[in-house]
């Protein structure tokens, strides 16, 4: 999710992290309220940073989930996923994302257009 989307679907994003909490990952960091940041990864040169929605660990291996909803600007979206996916395999991390009804098709065409196959987790 790009900072646009997160100021006007405040409430998925909580419940993604509710979701994320109940699943049983500790030290979770998230772009809201009463939770520490995710560390941001920006690219020289440019003013183009990535901040991950959602990290959390789990049996000691990090985990990094975006949620993805319908955005004005998915070729930022792409970036930013792909990213994380090259981040997470050169870290041995696992990357995951977390959908609502609504948004699935605009998800798996998203994920289609970048070659990225994962498995979405719906909520």
Known sequence: MIAIDKTENQKLF????????KL???NIKADI?????PKSYSQKGTDFSVTPDIVGE?????????VSLKSAE????????????????????RFKIITFRGHYKFTEDMLQDINLEKNLIKL
């Not at 909580?14 to 909490?21: C, K, L």
């Not at 789990?58 to 975006?66: C, D, I, Q, V």
């Not at 998915?74 to 991390?93: A, C, G, H, I, Y």
């Open 14 to 21: 909580q419940d993604s992290v509710t979701y994320v909490e």
């Open 74 to 93: 998915p070729n930022q979206l792409k970036s930013k996923w792909r990213f994380l996916e090259v981040l997470t395999r050169m870290k041995d991390n």
């Open 33 to 37: 309220e009463g939770y520490e940041t």
């Open 58 to 66: 789990k049996a000691g291996r990090k985990h990094y989930f975006e």
């Open 24 to 26: 049983g990952f500790e």
